[in-house]
């Protein structure tokens, strides 16, 4: 994690050339409010300027629990040219791309259509921010990849936005956040688990979101904190309702990312899963096999926020019981919380573990060359 | 497997209410009136149905009635069976999903005589959790005064999933008064209700339910020490009960790096999160959710960096393991004296 102000901090790095890696998790920022409105009917950005976007929380803007920095990213990362942090390509490659020599960034744009009551405007704005990711970013950066963002509390039409994409070199996942209305496993998610399917995408499940429902099982709780170290939490519940509803079992070939919301909780929550499995699995027949199998083979987890014990190598036991080809390297730039890639590993990695963590795993499941 | 040893603690044991009817000689007349005029059910919680596989082990369901209502059998069942020394007994009746908190205080109040008089007094090694009205602070500190009286009353219980996260300050005065009293909070897998059962709302199945537990116990742990509980209340003692335990490790991992983030929006929390876990809080052994395996074993209690968080459990009468097979396999015999024993004389004052 990095609050401090660092300037330069990566172009003063002593080696002249890195091992290449990949960004699985990288958060591009508009500049302005109106830099989507070319990708808008104009029905929509009158709508946007009278009432703004109506999410499932109270907050006209920003979020109910204040970030530990503005926007929750790096100070040292505003682009020189203005703008909020994560607003510039020029920026961003100066900063991130060239001095980690990141050879596959993957794009996950966050406050986009995603958690809005209006689900018309929700369609409207994740295609926006569709065609605004090709534009601004992958068009003009061959090693940014983007992620397709869909009205995620309405099925059908986020199904025919992915159907629409499928194909598109520009993109390589579908993307959700983790606090829905519903628990993701329910029905009224499938559609977007069958169209990403169908298109080879695996779908990637960002922390963040909002869907109404507290943000804890026992209420709302008061702190910034609460809400960050809960996104694990979160997920755990998410995967768990994948799981037990049968997604897995009805999609075999659909593949799920666990992004930002750490993956320590991913062997626990396996083994509790097949332990209560064996004695209520008459409740879930859909459920044909054991939880940690679906699991093992159709979940992979980005990294950052990395768990940090105090005796690092004590992560080596929970990452063997994961499995080292399901972890994908993420910074999260140019969010605060950002992990700086030369410093995640501790000591004792073996070369090819630690080709596949960096960047292996990466590429094989997002089908680059 | 590890081998028991006679004279230990069960942290966890279900003593069941028969039926709602049960407790109206513990309830003053307008209550008992309340009850029969209005035609009120038995309060059944969705967190245990009553057939559900895990509410009772099959060789310890009765042939009628609820599991864990007999005392006869849970002597046959655990008491003498595992050599106990005493058991600690933790009452699941859906008193807390009643929004009313005048009628959840009369149930609460019922229910602790209840259990004094049809427990309690009927077999010297049990003893018991005072159960509170949480949604009236006042009501529950009454409670807690009232029923600390009787020593045999070790702890007070909560749910996991309450009508706000635990740690949150209104509920503090329940917190001044267990620490002043000698009591540790319990706080036992299950809902009210009164809020979705997951952070990412409500799940369709029971197993759902079940196995969300270890997640809302992770989101009170933040709750509880974030706001600062065991720096105003440093001796008060929490125990996880029907946690799960494997999923401690990595979770801490998780909020000691936040906490070094963004201290500054908690100055309060004087030290770091894995400290206050190893002084204030215990998890009981039951559900064991590892792998049967001793090398994984091995690793999940070295990741603890402590061999006093954990106190024995059965869970009785869920069903969590088969035979006497209450302990992993893979246990040291110090360690399986630290958790039948040792850890919990530890943390229950009042368990003599």
Redesign the interface.
Known sequence: MNIQFRESSEAASPLAVKTAIADCDIHPARATRAELYPYLAKRWQHHLEVYGVHAYQGMMEGPPYPKAQPNASRRDAYPPEGGPQGSSLSFMQKQLLDPHNVQLGVLNPLNTGQGIRNHELSAALCSAINDWQIDKWTSKDKRLKASIVVGNEDGLSAAAEIRERAGDKNFVQVLLLSRNVEPLGQRRYWPIYQAAEEAGLPVGVHAFGFGGNPITPSGWPSYYIEEMVGHSQCQQSALASLVLEGVFERFPKLKMVMIEAGFGWAPSLAWRLDKVWQRLRSEVPHVKRPPSEYIREQVWWTTQPMEDPERREDLFDVIKWIGWDRLLFATDYPHWDYDEPSRVLPAGVSDDNREAFYLGNAKKLYGIA | MASLIAGGVDCDVHPAVPHLTSLLPYLNDYWRDQVTTRGMVDLISQSYPQN???TARPDWRPGSGKPGESLADMQRHVLDPFQLSHAICNPLYGVQMVFSEDLQAAFCRALNEWLTKEWLDRDQRLRGSIVIPTQSVEKAVAEIERCAADRRFVQVLML?????????RALWPIYEAAERLDLPIGIHAG?AY???????????????D???Q???F???L??LI??GVFAKYPRLKMVMLES?V??I???L??????????R???PWVDRAP?EIVRSNIRFSLQ?F???PDEA?LI?LF??M?SDELVLFSTDYPH?QFDGQEALPAGLTPDLVRKIMIDNPHATYPRLT
């Not at chain 2, 009164?194 to 029971?206: C, D, E, K, R």
């Open positions: 559900s596989p895990i996991v999933m309450a009508d706000t996260p635990l740690g949150k809902s009164h809020n979705p059962p997951t952070a990412v709302g409500w799940g369709s199945y029971h197993i759902e079940y196995a969300g270890a997640q809302a992770q989101t009170q933040t709750s974030v706001e799960g494997s999923w490790s990595p979770f991992w998780r909020l000691h790096k936040f906490w070094r983030g963004v500054m929006e908690t894995l559900p959710d590892a792998p994984t690793r070295d990741h960096q069903w």
